[in-house]
């Protein structure tokens, strides 16, 4: 069965649960200051600690897949268990994997992430466009067909991203422009939001571009990258009630006691409610 279009699904659930999402990132140094190892019994440990603790509470959670990948298959196994333990729990799960090819191997990414028999299917996934939008075309039919959804890199929030988002395109515009006014496309009279999402930073300041996508808006950089819930007005302007803020290590060092990890991220969801309805 399909399910509901995926920005139904994440507009409910930022409605219901609080506009926040909750990176999964067990790099090594996290690892060890939760006093784990950096090995296969440690990422089991920490990614389970953090599905249990968030995954009945957040709208959604987002692992990155590189740092399971980084342990072979029996990381991808982890990975695995714990897409299924939190979307049971009724989190919606975003796979942070910035896939991006060419035909049928942009066909195989699609199959991995957003076809439901897939053991990684996930509500949506982020994905790279700079190999030209329609490289995205199987992706995007993918998610259609099974109603998951992708975020697609706009305007990242690390500084050497400009140099490819921020070029001019032939017709003048700023090639994030370019790829957002695609994503507007994509999503034009999709109610009560659009199933393609855009991926701007929140440390960004004035983002300089037109982000009425009729989609959502994933904004990595809250917390440890050195941006604020208050800052999202100011970034996002009249489409902030579209973004989604994505926290990882801001949440995550509060571990390894679940109850820490609650309240940062519920005192982080508290914090974005503030900042967009005070706009």
Known sequence: MTLEPFGARLRHAMDTRGPLCVGIDPHSSLL???GLNDDIAGLERFTRTVVEALADRVAVLKPQSAFFERFGSRGIAVLEKAVEEARAAGALVLMDAKRGDIGSTMEAYAAT?????????????????YLGFGSLRPALEAAEISGAGVFVLALTSNPEGAEVQRATAADGR???QVMLDHMAAENAGAAPLGSVGAVVGATLGDAGVDLAINGPLLAPGIGAQGATPADLPGVFGASVGNVVPSVSRGVLRHGPDASGLREAAGRFADEVRTAVSES
């Open 174 to 176: 700023p090639l994030a």
């Open 32 to 34: 060890t200051s939760w």
């Open 113 to 129: 992430y957003l076809d439901k028999d897939s053991p990684l299917f996930s509500d949506a996934v982020t994905v790279s466009p």
